[in-house]
């Protein structure tokens, strides 16, 4: 299964601070365990929200808000994707990871294509394949 690690913004992330030197070197040592188990398929940090934007759909009509955005605790600074064999060792890798700082971390499972049932017709499952192929491809270049 795969589980989206979802870390939340602090008003340290918010207003642009960046890690230091041995959390960097911490966290590198992480992803690197997370990666030689073959649980890490990909892991970012996101810029402040003052970077950013949200569009908001109403019918036809779209509209731009510009960041930052309030509420830091509600906003994402990073996320992670893993493959796991269920979502208890999610939890355990996730309780092994360098953050001493009052972090929040949200886990999430991710959609597969059986969770949709019937209205995921042969069709739409071929073209998912089609487009997962073509992702795969692009990230091997």
Same mark, same amino acid.
């Given at each position: 299964?795969?589980?989206?690690? =979802?870390? %939340? ?7 642009? %601070? ?10 590198? %040592? ?13 892991? &970012? ?19 731009? *808000?510009?960041?930052?955005?309030? &509420?830091? %605790? ?5 996320? @992670?994707? @893993? ?7 999610? *939890?355990? @890798? =996730? ?9 929040? *971390? ?26 997962? &192929?073509? *992702? ?6």
């Amino acid at each position: 299964m795969r589980v989206m690690v =979802i870390v %939340k913004a602090s008003a340290d992330s918010e207003a642009g %601070k960046m890690p230091g030197t041995e959390q960097l070197a911490e966290m590198g %040592k992480f992803n690197e365990a997370l990666v030689k188990a073959g649980i890490m398929l990909a892991g &970012e940090g996101l810029h402040p929200t003052a970077r950013g934007a949200r569009v908001r759909f109403d019918g036809k009509q779209r509209t731009v *808000i510009d960041g930052p955005f309030s &509420e830091a %605790k509600e906003l994402i600074a990073g996320f @992670w994707l @893993w493959q796991v064999r269920n979502f208890d060792e999610a *939890i355990e @890798w =996730i309780k092994r990871a360098p953050f001493d700082g009052g972090e929040e *971390i949200e886990l999430r499972p991710v959609f597969e294509a059986d969770d949709f049932g019937d209205a995921l017709t042969p069709e739409l499952r071929e073209q998912e394949a089609r487009l997962a &192929e073509r *992702i795969q491809s692009q990230t091997l270049r």
